[in-house]
């Protein structure tokens, strides 16, 4: 992509600035959505899905928001920076990156093939590591900002049939906490939010009905644009950096 290449939402306000990756769909939709409410300018990034990426952003509109869309993939460092400039092109800095794009696959660890154990952990663990470090450049001019990773109940306990996407999100763990070390200095705050199960085209058949949720102590998996408000709400969270935050009621 080039810095022009992108559809807007002209922003009058002056608003505060935030970028998500993996917008166009599912949670990172809803954490758009969040933020539009809340009076946010908007960044919606996606890979392939130009028209879900479109509704992700007409809603943003209609939730009163403003926004723009930014095409890229994050498996790309130099398509990952390109966003960012494009950003920055047209807003005075950015407040808050949403690390939320990823992938899923169901192979059983003995089975998984080679190449797809690849796309997984390229996606999920360096893209998100390419993602975390142009924003870190982004924010550093400006004063700081926050970065918020989505994260997985996965990488902690492992999920049968998920073995590179388990392996993906606990390596994200690691480089959450590490970059919430060396950024401090410079107020660039990192965490990472795991929201639960949700009903999405990553989760797939994984999802299971609400009959099944007994490893959740209210029997069911959390509400997502309640996920979204909160996360919405810890981005912000001035004096935090380096935590792991679960959101539904599985007992870690």
């Known amino acids: 992509m ?51 990426a479109e509704r992700t952003l007409a809603l943003v509109s209609k939730a009163g928001g403003q926004g723009a869309l930014y095409q890229a993939d994050i498996r790309s460092i130099h398509e990952i920076q390109a966003v960012m400039a494009a950003v920055l092109k047209h807003r005075d800095g950015i407040d808050v990156v949403l690390c939320n794009a ?13 190449s797809e154990w690849q796309r997984i952990i390229d996606t999920n ?10 924003a870190a450049a982004a924010m550093l001019p400006h004063g700081g900002g926050s970065i918020l990773v989505i994260g997985s109940y996965a990488a902690l306990q492992g999920t049968t049939g998920q073995g590179a996407y388990a392996a993906s999100k606990a390596g994200l763990i690691g480089l959450v906490k590490t ?25 797939g058949e994984a999802f299971r009905p609400e009959e099944r949720f007994q490893d959740h ?31 539904d009621s599985r007992i870690l």
């Open 2 to 52: 080039t810095p022009d290449s992108f559809q807007s939402i002209q922003d009058p306000c002056g608003s505060r600035t935030l970028l998500v990756t993996g917008g166009s769909g599912g949670i990172g939709r809803a954490i758009c959505l969040a933020f539009a409410r809340a009076g946010w300018w908007v960044g919606v990034h996606y890979f392939e899905h130009l028209r879900e």
């Open 102 to 114: 990823g992938t899923a696959s169901g192979q059983l660890v003995v089975t998984c093939p080679e």
């Open 125 to 134: 663990l360096t893209g998100t590591y390419y993602c975390m470090k142009a």
């Open 179 to 203: 970059a919430a070390r060396e950024w401090g200095s410079h107020n660039i705050r990192v965490n990472m939010v795991s929201p639960g199960w949700q009903q999405t085209a990553l989760a």
């Open 217 to 247: 102590v209210l029997g069911r998996a959390p509400n997502r644009d309640e996920v979204a408000e909160t996360i919405c709400r810890l981005a912000q969270l001035s004096d935090a950096s380096g935590q792991i935050w679960n959101l």
